[in-house]
């Protein structure tokens, strides 16, 4: 399944996973390729991530998470330690990485509002 892990200003994590582990309003979860959609604030915690070359974590303030069509994207406030700039693979063709985040933070809040 592809990750992708954005804050307001830029991509700090794009790339195929594993297993991604964090915990969200209920508690602890692990999200494994094909798991079924859903929306899920994020607390204070670690992002745990498994990729075909080893593992990350990822410490992080607080953010939101949708699970969709095999693909996990993770908007976060900020980062407090743990990504290292050279993970990220592409932009997939976006103008920039501000864009991409604008989108999902839009497309997020958007869903989330329709829910309730």
Do not use: Q, W
Not at 18 to 36: C, D, E, F, M, Q
């Amino acid at each position: 399944m592809h990750l992708k892990i954005l804050t307001s200003k830029e991509i700090v994590l794009s790339l195929e996973v594993r297993r991604v582990t964090l915990k969200s309003a209920n508690g602890y979860i692990s999200i494994l390729p094909k798991h079924a959609p859903f929306i899920s604030y994020i607390l204070p915690s670690y992002i745990e991530v498994e990729y075909k070359g080893g593992k990350k974590r990822l410490k992080v303030n607080s953010g939101i998470v949708e699970v969709k069509n095999n693909k996990v994207v993770i908007l976060i406030c900020d980062f407090l330690e743990g990504i290292e700039k050279n993970i990220i693979e592409s932009n997939e063709g976006y103008k920039d990485k501000t864009e991409i985040a604008e989108r999902a933070l839009n497309k997020v809040f958007s869903e989330l509002k329709n829910k309730f």
